[in-house]
């Protein structure tokens, strides 16, 4: 991984291939690298560099940023790109920690190989050191592995505790110390040993079509809320904060989404987190637009109120830029800002790491494709207390640890109960797909 110093130049080579059917065959099944959607998308093999920052104490007091590290590594990159689609070229997969004081690790891993597929179109992107001969890697399918599930129960924070996390987020709210705070709580258990994880991540694009289907160094999840496009000076992003479960049939779940539609307290939260997105983009967009108000969006298990923003880049910031700046939004942390953060810390008896995070992609150029990392569970993280290091232990050879953790949103009005249940239909997907 990539230090202060200049890293080595790379030498990039992309081509258009026959039509690919399963992208997800192409990863490796131990640890797959995929950012997909509706099918389309892009799935990285191997590893020649890129980005990495552990816990804060480790920084220095002028650490260097994703986005520097990663401009420096493309002007030094000599890209041969004749395909131009999103996907092509230079291209880092990434996944951030929620927290600058989590314990986790902050990650751009740059593949060996991508193979991608967009609209039709497939190809192949091989990258080199260019001052190493590296052995072309073998870039072919894999058959997916046997059937396993997961082992699941409560965590560091069961379900009275979190009802009592939230009874005491809206003291905080009423004395005034803050408008909106997002508290999550976790589920913990174990996947054996050697499982083929790509089945994990297929289960949630066949069941989650049009989320954003990500698996990052470990990080795997079904994500409906963008955080940030950027693509060739467009800039766009979804806000989802406000939800309510689906109905049992077709006249409940009609009247599901009108009572969101028009539900006073998720409107609220919903206002919060709309704010916060055209606040932080507005110095780096023009023309910057939003929905006058939110739309009902439908996913299998739950509808969001949701918001489309766009606006057009109006300064040489990249994806990475504008990811630095939006997270985290109010949608997973609340408003104010600081005081929303330092309020989950005292709350949430766990870290994070990189639950609610940014995760997606950058291409050379600067344009990438973030989602903010829900849905989501964290395979090999053992979980421990808020901001503690991780211990020295045994390794279990015959399982591997996994966190989960979902949240709501917590304004004046919310009933703890009422955001018990929102989090459980939130834990379903991941939930659904581990089982």
């Not at 940023?65 to 291209?91: F, H, K, N, Q, Y």
């Not at 072919?140 to 009592?164: K, R």
Request: aromatic share 6%; net charge negative; with cysteine.
């Amino acid at each position: 991984m990539t230090s202060a110093h200049r890293p080595p130049a790379l030498v990039v080579e992309t081509r258009e291939i026959e039509h690919v059917d399963d992208l997800l065959t192409y990863a490796s099944p131990d640890e797959p690298l995929a950012w997909l959607r509706r099918g389309d998308g892009i799935v990285g093999i191997g590893n020649v560099g890129g980005y990495e920052r552990g816990p804060q104490s480790t920084w220095g007091p002028d650490p260097v940023t994703p986005a520097d590290t990663w401009r420096r590594i493309a002007e030094a990159a000599d890209v041969d790109d004749p395909v131009g689609l999103p996907g092509t070229g230079l291209v880092a997969f990434g996944t951030f920690v929620f927290d600058d004081r989590s314990s986790g690790t902050s990650r751009l891993v740059i593949p060996q190989t991508v193979v991608g597929r967009h609209r039709g179109r497939s190809w192949v992107t091989r990258v080199r050191p260019a001052d190493t001969e590296l052995p072309d890697p073998v870039v072919e399918p894999t058959p997916y592995g046997p059937y396993w599930s997961a082992t699941l129960g409560p965590g560091t924070l069961d379900p009275a505790g979190y009802q009592s996390a939230v009874r005491q987020a809206v003291d905080a709210i009423v004395r005034g110390e803050l408008e909106k705070v997002v508290l999550a709580r976790d589920l913990v258990g174990t996947i054996p040993a050697g499982a083929d994880l790509r089945r994990l991540v297929r289960a949630l694009a066949d069941d989650y079509p049009d989320t954003w289907t990500f698996a990052v160094d470990g990080l795997i999840g079904a994500s409906p809320e963008t955080l940030v496009t950027a693509s060739r000076g467009v800039v766009t992003a979804r806000v989802l904060a406000g939800t309510i479960p689906r109905g049992t049939d077709a006249h409940d779940d009609t009247e599901a989404s009108t009572s969101l539609a028009h539900s006073g307290k998720d409107l609220d939260e919903h206002r919060y987190a709309v704010q916060s997105v055209l606040a932080t983009l507005g110095p780096h967009v023009s023309h910057l637009s939003a929905d006058p108000e939110p739309f009902t969006l439908k996913l299998p298990n739950l509808w969001h109120l949701a918001t489309d923003v766009a606006g057009d880049l109006a300064d040489h910031a990249s994806a990475l830029d504008l990811v630095a700046a939006l997270h985290p939004t109010a949608a997973v942390a609340g408003t104010p800002r600081d005081a929303a953060v330092d309020l989950i810390r005292r709350l949430e008896p766990f870290d994070r790491r990189r639950y609610a995070g940014p995760v997606g992609w950058v291409d050379g150029d600067g344009n990438g494709e973030w989602a903010i990392a829900l849905r989501c569970a964290q395979i090999g993280a053992t979980p421990r207390p808020a901001h503690e290091p991780a211990p020295e232990e045994a390794a279990d050879r015959d399982t591997i640890p996994v966190v989960a953790h979902a949240g709501a949103g917590i304004v004046a009005q919310s009933n703890p109960e009422t955001e018990l249940l929102e989090t459980r239909v939130k834990f379903r997907p991941i939930v659904d797909a581990l089982a």
